[in-house]
T-cell receptor, first 115, second 114 residues
Framework: GDSVTQMEGPVTLSEEAFLTINCTYTATGYPSLFWYVQYPGEGLQLLLKATKADDKGSNKGFEATYRKETTSFHLEKGSVQVSDSAVYFCALKGKGDTGFQKLVFGTGTRLLVSP | EPEVTQTPSHQVTQMGQEVILRCVPISNHLYFYWYRQILGQKVEFLVSFYNNEISEKSEIFDDQFSVERPDGSNFTLKIRSTKLEDSAMYFC????????????FGPGTRLLVL
């Protein structure tokens, strides 16, 4: 079945450091890919998405490019802030006839940014 | 901006009791979902719902679980007889139509079964 693999955390960075969180996936066909963020005590918020190969999703300084050849969707940010401290989830949604495909999530990666 | 809301935010119950978790999806959305996240683990799909019927469910969604859209706005998840292992954060999500891939999540209900 479909699956998502994320790098284990926590990832600990100093403010203004460069961030990469790796995500690879296994799926039939060409799924849509997502990054969701969960701030402490809050629910899941969509951070960015990409629906086809070579698409780049971006939001709030975060970027991720849909790489079909490596089945990856790594999250990057050039300069992290303390307020970026959260858990980041990579997810996929398959494509098919029904349109009801569930989201399949990775295990989440906790990011801790210190001043 | 429209958002998915969930009530209650926290619920504590005794093992064996019934609980109902409530969600109000975004008003023009047609597809509804429940997910859960056991503490420290990944978010897991439970069920999807469209046109007043279940369209897909996971192995987790056994006979103890049911979903309902009792009126035009609410979407509920009922657990008939709670177990300790049902303790988790339960998220409701909705999406507007077949072509829209994004699901919008509510803030979650934290359920603790004692």
């Amino acid at each position: 079945g479909d699956s998502v693999t994320q790098m284990e955390g926590p990832v600990t960075l100093s403010e203004e450091a460069f961030l990469t969180i790796n995500c690879t996936y296994t799926a039939t066909g060409y799924p849509s890919l997502f990054w969701y963020v969960q701030y402490p005590g809050e629910g899941l918020q969509l951070l960015l998405k990409a629906t086809k190969a070579d698409d780049k999703g971006s939001n709030k300084g975060f970027e991720a490019t849909y790489r079909k050849e490596t089945t990856s969707f790594h999250l990057e940010k050039g300069s992290v802030q303390v307020s970026d401290s959260a858990v980041y989830f990579c997810a996929l949604k398959g494509k098919g006839d029904t349109g009801f495909q569930k989201l399949v999530f990775g295990t989440g990666t906790r990011l801790l940014v210190s001043p | 901006e429209p958002e998915v809301t969930q009530t209650p935010s926290h619920q504590v119950t005794q093992m064996g009791q019934e609980v109902i978790l409530r969600c109000v999806p975004i008003s023009n959305h047609l597809y509804f979902y429940w997910y859960r996240q056991i503490l420290g683990q990944k978010v897991e799909f439970l069920v999807s719902f469209y046109n007043n019927e279940i369209s897909e469910k996971s192995e987790i969604f056994d006979d103890q679980f049911s979903v309902e859209r009792p009126d035009g706005s609410n979407f509920t998840l009922k657990i008939r007889s709670t177990k300790l292992e049902d303790s988790a954060m339960y998220f409701c999500a909705s999406s507007p139509d077949r072509g829209q891939v994004t699901q919008y999540f509510g803030p979650g209900t934290r359920l603790l079964v004692l």
